[in-house]
């Protein structure tokens, strides 16, 4: 999928040299999700019973053949930071994050169509794809990485969108990758005074797998502090949830209401674009509704997986995972020996539900969909209004 639409919904991407372009598998993934949602609040099937095919065949038909079969992840695109090809592609958590979380809900129109095979195949599929962001993307430290080749060379690896895999209903809250994922992101990209965030670490990682870093991803960024914040909601780090959503809410206001893209990680001034639509508005009402108890966050494909360690291959093709692979280490009919606990990743029904009567529930995932936007030149003046800290205080850092 190529990044965005111009003018007159002419299909369009960054200017860059010819043969350079930005092209994502993510968006499959997230128009599924979006969908999931719409249904779920309104409980209208219209448009999955009248786009049946299109929707089996080439949005969620789209993504199984990308599925890499040795470690279970979306095979290497431009994904949610537009990356241009030709060199630049990378295996992203993100563009896995939201496979996983679009074939779930995939399964679910499925059964309403009467295709119990075709729902039983996709939740597999989706099965597979967590199962590889948590046997091939899990850093030592329990977090899911940005990309697989940062992750193997041991550094660089922070990106606050894999926070989305608990926002997506991916992890478990109360596990042990979510919190750490959490962790990760607010130890290496929040900015000096907090509590928003950085993008991600690729305007100072020194592994050379990310030279294109810039003040671009260094910038606080809006979106990723309400993502954060339903992240953060979850796994119960509250007050962290309010001083992001408060903090936004208070910039916002004195800036006349218009939700940004990104604040200067010094100054707090607005930079680059204002106002946004999916990474502004959508996010915000999405991140209310989390609050207030009207978005409910339900795992994927309905169960929380058990996870792994960090380095755990617990699903190759010829290891049973029986009680007698006592994983002695000695390599005698154990095929992964090690301390290896053979744990799997059990998948069911889907998840991810509105609350009550909630068509803004809706509302926010489609705005949040609408993340691609003809962007400004990125040297365009922003809005340079900084919003004041509270009576008697500076904004907390949260650690």
Known sequence: MITNYGNYSRITHDIAPVGVFNFEF?????????LDHYVRATGDWTLVQERWPTLRDEVAGFLTPLIDPQIG?????SSIWEHHWLGKERSWAYTSITAARGLC????FAEHMGEQGQADDWRSDAERIRT????SLQAPDRSLAQTLEELQAGAGYVDGATLEAV???????A?????????????ELQTTDGPGLSRNDDAWDANELSPWGSVYDSDEWVVIDLRAAVAAREVGEVALADALLSWVTAQSTANYLAIGET???????YTNNAPMVGFGAGAYIAALNHRQGA?????ACGTWPVEPPPGDDDDSGDDDDSEDDDDSGDGEGDDDAGDDDDRVVPVGGCGCSAGGDSPTVFWAVLLLLALRTTRAPRGSPGRCRRAPPPAGSARPRWT
């Open 26 to 34: 993510d968006g499959a993934g997230l128009f599924l999700w979006a």
């Open 132 to 135: 590889g962001l948590l046997t």
């Open 263 to 269: 604040y200067d990680p010094v100054s707090a001034d």
């Open 105 to 108: 809900a995939a399964a679910t």
């Open 175 to 187: 596990g042990a990758v979510a919190p750490a994922t959490l962790a990760a992101a607010v130890a």
């Open 295 to 299: 978005l409910v966050i339900e795992p």
């Open 73 to 77: 992840l979306i095979a290497a695109d």
């Open 167 to 173: 926002a997506m209903g991916l992890l478990d809250p």
